[in-house]
């Protein structure tokens, strides 16, 4: 039809519009003569010239808008027919003043369901494409979206079918594609999903994408008996062609829809766990060990040609590909109502180490395998801290001992003794006796002769005991030179095994590299100057040992025995007065030998001076010791802290192929929320602390089950396990707390023993607390910001579905069973249609829904409609079309919609609010 547009100018004749009317063809052709021959050309009806083909040709110029309005108003036509205006082809109403007539413009576009051009510019105008204009002026302009077709105007029939031609009618390599069915109800979907159903090019993306990768779309399923099975139900007989872009499988519930995903996903060899199925199960189809089900097998036939088929009694082979990703409602359910998912956290892996490129796995088949490879010598660092951390801990835990209330209260008990005892020891002091009176010369004579003697006796005695002593400290020290000697030899060992262990280790790499292993590292290990020390330092004991005997020549335990018996025969030669002096002098410095034994020495435990100077470093030196080794062990965390961030470093490169994708997704990252990162988090450390080393019925900070996890929570929360000065201060804290009580407002001093299970030590605890084994570097998916395990059950679903929509890297099918199941409707629509739309563009999809925003605003290319005739042996029937087919479009508002009225009882409470 055509329509002339007058100038409001010049009153002459302006541009011809030669808009076209496309007629639904259900309607019998009589409606549509009767229709056309109603249209009016300068107020008289076609009727009268209809027969005049002249007339038809050159006069009948119809008005624009009474032609549309007039088919509007007739009730068997007004929703069986569509407006296609040209646009800049012939006729079209680009050529309309926009300037002068712009308004009239804006009208004829905005009465018309399709425009005609094949011209990008105009494609993408009419699509709100172009950035010049916003949302707000092109709702203004046209109220929605409008479809550009091009008629390939073939005149000739050796034109190939559906090719474009250019202004001067010749063939151009453009087709127009409308994926849609080919009938009325197809074309009225464009109109709906403008720039999903239409592509005017050479050959549609997907096309391309589907025969460059044909092994990767499934195009048939048929379930079928492999033999007759007497008197059992009927079940399965179906061949079912699928879309190569999204299926939507619907149905009332237990009509067979999660029945035909199990089947499906097991003939395309799933790794998915059978655990997660809801029909191949031993309580449903598989009961009986599979008797019934064996009968069974299904095919699947990919679109090179390739089949694939399984019995339905049997599992996928894990030890084969995997050609599907199936998700099924349980595994989705799970996801969504842990926190946590070792299955999850698998499939994240595997699909992170999908965008790793080749060249940078290095030959590893796997992400952990790939995180050991980069990080195995920081692992062996962390080892090298740790026990340098457990080292100090020792240290530390021997000076808290010295600094607890009860070793100063002992102390001072001890002094307190020993002064006791010291006093006890003066009052028993031999009572002085005088030296004898003058005696004559000759017994002065005598007497000074053997007091001569004695005195020599008792020096020579005196050079014994000192001799003795000087041998036992020296074969002390010699003793713990000799352990000191072996040890480092065996240090020595250990280093030169470890040597040959990491040549043994890093041959290989040697050997890719064409490095001689010599030349780049070698070890020179001479021991023998270590041996003579030992050797040497082994006799000196020995001698030491000789001196310390109780005989032999070298004894000098026996040469002091003998010189005291000589030493009192001499006495015996004395007179009374002489002898009784002579002992009175032995007994004295018997006294004076046993006072210095107790007052002693600061180096001497048991002694007084040694406790004075313990008492002295509890309350002057070892408060500053302590203090040292707790930065010293606070320095060397630092550094264990460092190891576990360049860990985390090896992450971050690694992923970096993951971030940038969500980077430069502005639907994943803008729209969605989604964003991956790693980070150090901390992980078990309640469970482990209350499970291995503190129990909470015991007094102290963290006693009682519930309001002691509560308050160890209370110090995780708001830690930043990221940032090391944040760690520092955690693990400072919950050391503190094991040393003070601080449920009571005095805070009093705890002994950590006292809190911890049995048979563990302190040791234990301050190790597990500074080593840091419980931070952990994780990479992490978030949905607005928030982890995983701080989301909701329906924001997990929505996460884990965007994530194997939009960053999977997997091209084979992805088959899902009802993902709404844990979502709100705004989320599906707002959410998961952009992601699912922009998905099926480069992989198949199939899934199982009640809901219409994903069927339908989804705009599924098939709709699989599921029922099982119980009524008949229990056949199952599987009914496919696309959304347009009647058929299809009646199960879906039944199924989707709760029916129609019901449907439209909704919509009138919506239009009237």
């Keep these: 039809m055509n329509n002339i547009v007058i100038s409001k100018h010049s009153q002459k004749s302006g541009t011809r519009i030669n808009f076209h009317i496309i007629f639904d063809n259900s309607l019998s052709p009589d409606d549509i003569e009767n229709a056309i021959k109603s249209f009016k050309v300068n107020d008289e009806k ?11 040709l050159n006069d009948a ?37 926009p300037v002068n007539d712009r308004l009239f413009k804006q009208r004829l576009i905005n009465n018309a369901n399709i425009i005609g051009s094949s011209n ?10 172009n950035q010049k204009f916003t949302e707000q002026q092109y709702k203004d302009w046209f109220g929605k ?11 000739d029939s050796n034109d190939e079918i559906g090719q474009l031609k250019d202004s001067n009618s010749k063939p151009v390599n453009k087709f127009c594609w409308i994926k849609a069915d080919p009938t009325f109800e197809g074309l009225k979907q464009i109109c709906n999903e403008p720039e999903d159903r239409i592509n005017i090019c050479d050959t549609p993306d997907k096309i391309k994408t589907v025969t460059n990768n044909s092994t990767n779309y499934l195009s048939h399923i048929n379930i079928s008996k492999v033999g007759t099975i007497s008197g059992a139900r009927e079940w399965f007989d179906n061949d079912i062609p699928l879309n190569f872009d999204m299926v939507a499988i619907i149905g009332n519930k237990g009509e067979g829809k999660s029945a035909l995903t199990d089947i499906m996903a097991t003939a395309c060899n799933t790794h998915c766990l059978p655990k997660y199925f809801s029909f191949l199960t031993s309580k449903r189809f598989r009961e009986k060990n599979g008797k019934f089900a064996s009968n069974f097998i299904a095919e699947v036939t990919w679109a090179d040609g390739s089949k694939d088929s399984i019995q339905l009694d049997q599992d996928p082979d894990l030890n084969k590909i995997e050609k599907v990703k199936y998700i099924p409602q349980t595994y989705l359910d799970s996801i969504c109502t842990e926190t946590s998912s070792d299955e999850f956290q698998k499939e994240l892996r595997s699909i992170i180490f999908s965008h790793i490129p080749e060249d940078n796995r290095l030959g590893h088949n796997s992400l952990e395998d790939l995180i050991h490879y980069h990080s195995e010598e920081l692992e062996q660092q962390l080892d090298s801290f740790r026990s340098q951390i457990s080292r100090i801990n020792t240290e530390i835990i021997g000076v808290e001992i010295q600094l607890t209330p009860e070793t100063l209260t002992k102390l001072l008990s001890e002094k307190k003794e ?22 004559t010369k000759e017994e002065q004579k005598k007497i000074d002769a053997v007091n001569k003697q004695i005195k020599a006796v008792q020096t020579q005695i005196e050079l014994l005991e000192n001799r003795i002593e000087s041998a036992v400290n020296y074969k002390k020290a010699v003793t713990e030179r000799i352990a000191l000697a072996r040890k480092l030899r065996t240090k020595l060992e250990g280093f030169e095994k470890s040597f040959e262990q990491l040549k043994d280790d890093t041959a290989d790499d040697f050997r890719i590299l064409s490095l001689n292993i010599p030349s780049t590292i070698s070890l020179t290990l001479n021991l023998s100057s270590l041996e003579n020390k030992i050797g040497r330092l082994s006799r000196q004991e020995i001698k030491a040992g000789e001196y ?56 001497i435990s048991g002694t007084l001076k040694y406790v004075e100077e313990q008492i002295r470093a ?34 971050n490169q690694l992923f970096k192929p993951v971030q940038d994708l969500i980077a430069n997704n502005a639907l994943i990252k803008d729209e969605l929320g989604l964003s991956f990162d790693s980070s150090i988090m901390i992980a078990n450390f309640i469970s482990v602390f209350f499970g291995n080393y503190i129990s909470q019925g015991k007094t102290g900070t963290f006693m009682g089950k519930v309001e002691g996890s509560d308050r160890l929570e209370r110090l995780i929360e708001g830690v930043d396990f990221g940032k090391i000065d944040e760690v520092i201060v955690f693990a400072e804290e919950i050391t503190k707390s094991l040393k003070q009580n601080l449920r009571d407002e005095k805070q009093p001093f705890m002994r950590v023993e006292d809190q911890l299970r049995k048979d563990v030590l302190v040791q234990g605890v301050y190790d597990f607390i500074w080593s840091f084994d419980y931070l952990k570097p994780q990479y992490a998916l978030k949905l607005d910001d928030k982890y995983l395990t701080q989301l909701s059950p329906g924001e997990r679903g929505t996460l884990l579905l965007i994530f194997y929509l939009l960053v999977d890297k997997s091209e084979y099918p992805i088959i899902v069973d009802q993902p709404e199941e844990n979502l709100d409707s705004q989320t599906v629509y707002t959410l998961l249609k952009p992601v699912i739309k922009d998905v099926k563009r480069r992989r198949q999809i199939i899934m199982v829904t009640h809901h219409p925003n994903i069927a339908v605003a989804c705009d599924a290319e098939q709709i699989i409609y599921c029922e099982i005739d119980r009524k008949n042996s229990y056949k199952v029937n599987y009914l496919g079309g696309a959304i347009e087919s009647p058929q299809m479009n009646s199960y879906v508002v039944d199924v989707l919609e709760g029916t129609r009225p019901a449907f439209d009882n909704r919509d009138a409470k919506y239009q009237n609010r």
């Design 120 to 129: 990008k510019n105009q494609i993408d105008f009419f699509l709100w494409k």
């Design 46 to 56: 076609i009727s009268s010239h209809y027969n005049d083909s002249i007339y038809l």
């Design 618 to 651: 509890i309350k002057n030196d070892l408060p500053n010791k302590l203090k040292e080794l707790e930065i010293k062990r606070s320095e060397q965390a630092r550094n264990l802290f460092a190891q576990i961030e360049a860990i985390r470093q090896i992450y």
């Design 418 to 439: 020993l002064e006791q005892k010291i006093s006890a020891h003066k009052k028993g002091k031999p009572k002085e006796v005088s030296k004898p009176s003058e005696p």
């Design 61 to 97: 110029a119809v008005d624009y808008f009474a032609t549309i309005n007039e088919l509007k108003s007739e009730k068997t036509l007004r929703n069986s027919f569509l407006i296609w205006l040209p646009y800049d082809e012939y006729g079209g109403a680009d050529e309309v003043d």
């Design 145 to 155: 979206k409008l479809p550009c077709i091009k008629g390939s105007d073939s005149h």
């Design 548 to 603: 310390l005997s109780e005989s032999g020549t070298r004894s000098l335990v026996m040469k002091k025995q003998q010189l005291a018996e000589n030493a009192e025969k001499l006495q015996e030669t004395l007179d009374a007065p002489n002898k009784k002096y002579q002992a009175y002098l032995k007994d004295l410095r018997e006294w004076e030998k046993i006072l210095n034994k107790i007052e002693g020495d600061k180096k």
